[in-house]
Nanobody, 123 residues
Framework: VQLQASGGGLVQAGDSLRLFCAAF????????MGWFRQAPGKEREFVAA????????IYADSVKGRFTISRDAAKNTVDLQMGSLKPEDTAVYYC?????????????????WGQGTQVTVSS
């Protein structure tokens, strides 16, 4: 599957932004679709994920209550609605697909990656 992420930009603290991930190819029922981010000099970190089969959504503590992940099985898309953005949310955001069906929080368990989209939050 090929993933294409978009929707990043420059916003101010407190603003909202929506990221989009389009999947070209097959997403299987056991797949987990996730969003990760990577800031300069830091390791790639988990943001949110959704299980394709039963739409279970999981969030990192740092974004819980501010971000919402959603998926549209008919369109093969996975979106990330981000609210109350903070400067520390600044990073390149990646969407990814996990074919293992486990290891949700571990970026090394994700088989396919989109190209990343930059999100910059100014204070």
């Amino acid at each position: 599957v090929q993933l294409q992420a978009s929707g990043g930009g420059l916003v101010q603290a407190g603003d909202s932004l929506r990221l989009f991930c389009a999947a070209f190819g097959t997403i299987y029922s056991n797949d987990i679709m996730g969003w990760f981010r990577q800031a300069p000099g830091k390791e790639r970190e988990f943001v949110a994920a959704v299980t394709w089969r039963n739409y279970k959504r999981i969030y990192a503590d740092s974004v819980k209550g501010r971000f919402t992940i959603s998926r549209d099985a008919a369109k093969n898309t996975v979106d990330l609605q981000m609210g109350s953005l903070k400067p520390e949310d600044t990073a390149v955001y990646y969407c990814a697909a996990n074919r293992y069906g486990e290891g949700t929080f571990d970026f090394r368990r994700y088989n396919y990656w989109g190209q990343g989209t930059q999100v910059t939050v100014s204070s």
